[in-house]
């Protein structure tokens, strides 16, 4: 049964993320917010949405290692999962914006999050603060570079014209399918580790992970089937930089995380480090600013690992 509800509460995440991020970015343009800043920062802050509520939840209801590895697993998962099988189906060319300010601002976000649990075993929330501040200054740092070529977020320009009403009824069906979908995942991955006799930690950042991510998966694999090259890494590298500062931030910010599981400090943090740190040598080795076929079987098989030996130490 637990399964059932793993995968209900994924599909109620999917809808709820979808019918929010509609609605918000209807609302932006009542609002007249440029198409620019609706895609660098209402998009990427009602696409982290799904993964805010499970954190949030799992945070309130007394599994931290849940609302953690959540979001550890999800940017492990956005690299070697999703970054490895788009690079398998086509080569990604990288622009420089990627090493110049995208890859160096997810590892300073990467390397903050590691400090602030290792220094006190905790996420608390003046660290919360200090992550969802530093997001603040990127995205300004990023909506000011725009004018240089930088990718954003396609926005649905049709949306400018929905009606109040439906905004009103798209928001309140967004927000009951991710509150549902939220508690059903949670419960359900409580279950699971219980029957499977592993953590919850390891639950969430695998099975959680692998679950969240799929959107990602099939919107990079579409864009790569289509030739949109520019899509796929920065959208990435992004997720996993507002999985960290706004999801684990707001969360932290709301109620202080503590590290519940040993595993999280001693092995899946350095998990995640180890492919945000691996995608630089990947790019500029041999063919600079190329992540190939074989690059992504390498990324893959590495992501493979990480799962039978989180099951295996479980």
Same mark, same amino acid.
């Given at each position: 049964m637990?399964?059932?509800?793993?995968?209900?509460?994924l599909l109620?995440?999917?809808?709820?993320?979808?019918?929010?991020?509609?609605?918000s970015?209807?609302?932006s343009?009542?609002?007249n917010?440029s198409?620019?800043?609706?895609?660098?920062?209402?998009?990427?802050?009602?696409?982290?949405a799904?993964?805010?509520?499970?954190?949030?939840?799992?945070a309130?209801?007394?599994?931290?290692?849940?609302?953690?590895n959540?979001v550890? +697993? *999800?940017?492990?998962?956005n690299? &070697?999962?999703?970054?490895?099988i @788009?690079? $398998?189906?086509? /080569?990604?060319? !990288?622009?420089?914006?990627?090493?110049?300010l995208?890859?160096?601002v997810?590892?300073?976000?990467?390397?903050?999050l590691?400090y602030?649990l290792?220094?006190?075993?905790?996420?608390?929330?003046?660290?919360?603060?200090?992550?969802?501040?530093g997001?603040?200054?990127?995205?300004?740092?990023l909506?000011r570079?725009?004018?240089?070529?930088?990718?954003?977020e396609?926005?649905?320009?049709?949306?400018?014209?929905?009606?109040?009403?439906k905004?009103?009824?798209?928001?309140?069906?967004?927000?009951?399918?991710?509150?549902? +979908? *939220?508690?059903?995942?949670?419960? &359900?991955a409580?279950?699971?580790? @219980?029957? $499977?006799g592993? /953590?919850?930690a !390891?639950?969430?950042?695998?099975?959680?992970?692998i679950?969240?991510?799929?959107?990602e998966?099939?919107?990079?694999?579409?864009?790569?089937l289509?030739?949109e090259?520019?899509?796929?890494?920065?959208?990435?590298?992004?997720?996993?930089?507002f999985?960290?500062?706004?999801?684990?931030?707001?969360?932290?910010?709301i109620?202080?995380?503590?590290?519940?599981?040993?595993s999280?400090l001693?092995k899946?943090?350095?998990?995640?480090?180890?492919?945000?740190?691996i995608?630089?040598?990947?790019?500029?080795?041999?063919?600079?600013?190329?992540?190939?076929?074989y690059? &992504?079987?390498?990324?893959v098989?590495?992501?493979?690992?990480?799962?039978?030996?989180a099951?295996?130490?479980?």
């Amino acid at each position: 049964m637990s399964i059932v509800w793993i995968i209900l509460g994924l599909l109620l995440l999917v809808v709820g993320g979808e019918f929010l991020v509609r609605s918000s970015v209807a609302l932006s343009f009542k609002l007249n917010i440029s198409k620019m800043v609706i895609g660098m920062t209402v998009v990427s802050f009602a696409t982290s949405a799904p993964e805010l509520l499970v954190s949030l939840n799992a945070a309130l209801t007394g599994s931290p290692a849940i609302a953690l590895n959540n979001v550890i +697993g *999800s940017n492990i998962a956005n690299i &070697g999962l999703v970054l490895g099988i @788009t690079a $398998l189906v086509s /080569s990604i060319a !990288v622009d420089k914006s990627f090493y110049k300010l995208n890859w160096p601002v997810m590892m300073i976000f990467s390397l903050a999050l590691y400090y602030f649990l290792w220094n006190d075993n905790q996420l608390s929330g003046i660290e919360g603060a200090v992550l969802f501040i530093g997001l603040i200054v990127f995205l300004i740092v990023l909506i000011r570079s725009a004018k240089k070529d930088v990718v954003v977020e396609e926005v649905d320009e049709s949306l400018a014209v929905v009606s109040n009403v439906k905004i009103i009824i798209w928001l309140l069906i967004g927000a009951a399918a991710l509150y549902f +979908g *939220s508690v059903w995942l949670v419960d &359900g991955a409580k279950e699971l580790a @219980t029957t $499977l006799g592993v /953590s919850d930690a !390891v639950i969430a950042a695998t099975v959680i992970a692998i679950g969240t991510s799929v959107p990602e998966l099939a919107a990079s694999v579409i864009a790569a089937l289509k030739k949109e090259k520019a899509l796929s890494l920065g959208n990435l590298i992004g997720s996993n930089i507002f999985n960290i500062a706004s999801v684990l931030g707001l969360t932290s910010i709301i109620k202080t995380i503590p590290v519940t599981d040993a595993s999280i400090l001693d092995k899946d943090i350095f998990w995640m480090l180890a492919f945000a740190a691996i995608l630089i040598p990947l790019i500029l080795i041999p063919k600079k600013m190329n992540i190939s076929r074989y690059k &992504g079987l390498i990324l893959v098989i590495a992501y493979g690992a990480f799962i039978f030996l989180a099951f295996k130490g479980a």
